[in-house]
């Protein structure tokens, strides 16, 4: 079973304009609303792709009752801690002309201590149920700076393996646990290495460092160019399919499902990647975010391209 940890839960809403302008009023065409912040889109992955999963997290407010209600019509399970205050809404508005797409995240509600402690408990019980867990996302205000690496430490104690795909202050102390996996993307790596990225050796001597540090894999992500990947032996490239973009967001997190799916699966490392890139590509298929068909996934398997570095 996979458990996947999303403190700072969200409804996450596509916005399809046909040629969005700033500074003009303008009505949106179509608009997909879905349960989201990174870990439950995690979570609708890894059910779309069959496996066993239950999400975990904070929900408030009416928001909070829209996510659980979502959740149980997907058929995906959940056990999260009720907040007061409101569970955020994150908008992702897609020029439909341009393929550009614009994030307005917001913050989520300001919690309580008492929050982090009742969650600390669950999520002590859940990890009993798991053998992977993903932590995604931004935290909560209220929630202290070193909490992913707490969770870290609690799963790795029990011998569960976990992946970390979060930014910022949350990554650099989450790091401090060694997470079994990380997969920044490049502004995420960027932040971590405290200058710009310049070239492949940047990122292969970042994702060796990571390596270093106790790491089992760590994978650096460069949107629609793919990325890579570095294990303790091994530093690969890999190029995500070409396909007919509907909407990209996401696509980070449906490669996390794909890691999650591939690490409990016992799939051996390149067989893992393969599969963790064809769902991250059908994820931008879609136009929810988060959202993959699993035959898109089969027939995209054996178009991504990996080459091993060294
Ligand atoms: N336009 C695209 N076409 C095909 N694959 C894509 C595209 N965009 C992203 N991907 C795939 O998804 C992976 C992760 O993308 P990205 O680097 O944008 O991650 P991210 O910033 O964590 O994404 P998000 O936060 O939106 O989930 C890429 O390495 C690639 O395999
Ligand atoms: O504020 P966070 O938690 O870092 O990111 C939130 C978010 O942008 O991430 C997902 C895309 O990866 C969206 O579902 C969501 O809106």
Do not use: W
């Not at 200058?195 to 540090?213: C, Q, S, V």
């Not at 509907?246 to 794909?258: H, I, L, Y």
């Amino acid at each position: 079973m996979i458990l996947t940890v999303t403190l700072n839960t969200s409804i996450d809403k596509a916005y399809i304009i046909n040629s969005f302008e700033v500074g003009k009023v303008q009505r949106v065409e179509e608009v997909f609303a879905t349960a989201g912040g990174k870990g439950l889109n995690v979570a609708r992955v890894v059910k779309s792709l069959g496996e066993d999963v239950i999400a975990t997290g904070f929900v408030g407010g009416y928001s909070g009752e829209f996510i659980k209600s979502e959740l149980d019509k997907e058929g995906i399970k959940h056990d999260f801690v009720e907040v007061d205050g409101e569970t955020r809404t994150c908008i992702n508005i897609i020029n439909k002309t341009t393929g550009v797409q614009t994030e307005l995240l917001e913050p989520g509600p300001l919690l309580n201590m008492i929050y982090q402690e009742k969650f600390k408990d669950k999520y002590i019980s859940l990890l009993d149920r798991c053998d992977v867990v993903t932590i995604s996302g931004s935290m909560p205000k209220g929630i202290s700076d070193n909490f992913y690496a707490e969770l870290i430490k609690l799963a790795k104690d029990r011998d569960k393996k976990v992946i970390l795909d979060t930014s910022g202050k949350y990554l650099k102390e989450g790091l401090k646990a060694r997470p079994t996996v990380i997969k920044p993307n490049r502004y995420e790596a960027e932040d971590i290495y405290g200058k710009k990225i310049k070239d492949e050796k940047d990122i292969i001597a970042l994702m060796k460092t990571f390596i270093g540090d106790g790491i089992e894999m760590a994978a650096i992500t460069l949107g629609v160019e793919g990325g890579y990947v570095a294990t303790k032996d091994d530093v690969y490239r890999y190029i995500p399919p070409e396909v007919k973009v509907k909407n990209a967001v996401g696509s980070g997190d449906a490669m996390t499902a794909g890691l999650a799916v591939g690490i409990n699966k016992g799939y051996g490392e390149v067989e893992t990647i393969r599969f963790a890139v064809a769902i991250s590509a059908a994820n931008a298929m879609t136009e929810a975010t988060g959202l993959v068909y699993k035959k898109d996934v089969n027939d995209l398997l054996d178009d991504v391209i990996i080459n091993k570095l060294e």
